[in-house]
């Protein structure tokens, strides 16, 4: 069984900075949005065959206002959840070195034999991409799944690489690089678009409409509400609009 690392933010004022800063959302909007998205994707976790890790921010790296990181991450989580997930702190300044100190902890010093580590962003990622990952760490030490701009929304191990700068840009060539030097076989589960940036939500807006517009599919139910009642929309251009 795959351990999943969820790396998590407290849902506060600093988050989807680039979607703030780009006067997409406001930021009480990006909170509501990032709020949705994680309590989402550790549904999704928590559903899967995996066992959800939910790795938070320590207090030195969130905003000021948030006193106990830990306490506002459990109460997105902790609701929509069926089976109580494991809280860590993450350890490290930039997101490899907290990738890295995460898998290498969890492969080397407790023993687990995989271990996914998956964006908050990654709301589209449904329960088959994580178990699908899981079958094919069967037969591959290193699988990814891409997102927009080069990135990777999830990334799975059976064993370490050289973590330093392992999420560099394009993330997603950067880790195959490091697996075959490591001499390992990486294999892919589908794509799917993260949302932090405006580039990120116009693939990932379509996309969450078009699921929740076909009927009978899969959607991610608290993102998608939010899109609806921030009335997020593309058009031809492409181009990013508010209803």
Not at 114 to 139: E, F, H, N, W
Request: with cysteine.
């Amino acid at each position: 069984m795959t351990t999943v690392a969820v790396l998590a933010k407290p849902p506060e004022a600093g988050v989807l900075p680039e979607l703030v800063a780009d006067d997409v959302l406001s930021k009480a909007e990006a909170t509501d949005l990032y709020e949705a998205m994680l309590a989402d994707v550790c549904e999704t976790v928590d559903a899967s065959g995996g066992d959800l890790l939910v790795n938070y921010r320590p207090a030195d790296q969130v905003d000021a206002d948030v006193d106990d990181p830990e306490a506002a991450v459990r109460s997105v989580v902790d609701p929509v959840v069926e089976e109580e997930p494991r809280y860590e702190v993450q350890v490290g300044s930039t997101l490899s070195a907290r990738v890295g100190n995460t898998v290498t902890h969890l492969l080397e010093r407790e023993g687990v034999k995989t271990v996914g580590v998956l964006r908050p962003t990654a709301a589209l990622c449904g329960r088959q991409r994580i178990d699908s990952a899981a079958m094919k760490l069967r037969t591959s030490t290193v699988v990814l799944g891409s997102s927009t701009g080069g990135g990777v929304y999830y990334a799975a191990f059976g064993d370490t690489i050289d973590f330093e700068d392992a999420f560099a840009t394009p993330a997603v060539e950067t880790l195959v690089r490091r697996a075959n030097d490591a001499g390992h076989d990486v294999d892919f589960v589908p794509p799917v678009p993260t949302t932090g940036t405006r580039e990120d939500l116009l693939t990932a807006v379509p996309q969450l409409r078009a699921h929740r517009d076909a009927g009978g599919r899969w959607v991610p139910p608290r993102t998608v509400d939010v899109v609806d009642s921030l009335g997020l929309r593309v058009e031809d251009g492409p181009t990013l609009v508010r209803e």
